[in-house]
């Protein structure tokens, strides 16, 4: 069955550090593989995507994510943090066999930034 | 173009009651699913339709029910309403759901149940 795994429910950062938010999943194919970010009482937005082709993924916000068959990874990163990073993210993986767009996420990472 | 947009954004009912909740996906998106949302189960899978279908549904009980109207406008219903069903309803549209299409969410129903 597909899952995905966020390891770190909470993480700290000063504002200007590096950040590196994991990512790890279960699936029996090369999945799709998604990051959101949710601030609080919002929906969710689209980071970024990994379908195929380039492992390493540029996404919206100055983030990345790279994508690691060998160890089941899709970990996010930025290299300077600013305090309007600070909400929950969320990582998630679809199936790239099915035609559906059925999501699962992971139990989120909350993010605080401080200055 | 105008996001997704879910109504109402806030509901209080009591336990044994019925609500519904509607999205109204982006112009031209023909795939709405929907998601709750709690802080310990956190996102799962409602249900997803497509041009009116139900394509697939989470492993919810029968009280949790949806549909999708011609304009690719969508419902979902949850009937006797329990306390569990605390949760912010989170719905998303993308264009032919087809996996690989980008899905847009909307700011989500949050639901209280007293």
């Known amino acids: 069955a597909q899952s995905v795994t966020q390891p770190d429910i909470h993480i700290t950062v000063s504002e200007g550090a590096s950040l590196e938010l994991r990512c790890n999943y279960s699936?029996?194919?090369?999945?799709?593989l998604f990051w959101y970010v949710q601030s609080p009482g919002q929906g969710l937005q689209l980071l970024l995507k990994?379908?195929?082709?380039?492992?390493l993924v540029q996404g919206i916000k100055g983030f990345e994510a790279e994508f690691k068959r060998s160890q089941s990874s899709f970990n996010l990163r930025k290299p300077s943090v600013h305090w309007s990073d600070a909400a929950e993210y969320f990582c998630?993986?679809?199936?790239?066999?099915?035609?559906?767009?059925?999501?699962?996420f992971g139990t989120g990472t909350r993010l605080q930034v401080f200055p | 173009k105008a996001g997704v947009t879910q109504t109402p954004r806030y509901l209080i009912k009591t336990r044994g009651q019925q609500v519904t909740l509607s999205c109204s996906p982006i112009s031209g998106h023909r795939s709405v699913s929907w998601y709750q949302q709690t802080p310990g189960q956190g996102l799962q899978f409602l249900f997803e339709?497509?041009?009116?279908?139900?394509?697939n549904k989470g492993n919810f009980p029968g009280r949790f029910s949806g549909r999708q109207f011609s304009n690719s406008r969508s419902e979902m219903n949850v009937s006797t309403l329990e306390l569990g069903d605390s949760a912010l309803y989170l719905c998303?549209?993308?264009?032919?759901?087809?996996?690989?299409?980008?899905?847009?969410f909307g700011p989500g129903t949050r639901l209280t149940v007293l």
């Open positions: 998303a549209s993308s264009l032919e759901a087809s996996g690989g299409d980008t899905q847009y």
């Open positions: 990994y379908f195929s082709g380039d492992t």
């Open positions: 998630a993986v679809g199936s790239s066999t099915d035609n559906t767009d059925k999501l699962i």
């Open positions: 699936y029996g194919a090369t999945p799709y």
């Open positions: 339709y497509f041009s009116e279908t139900q394509r």
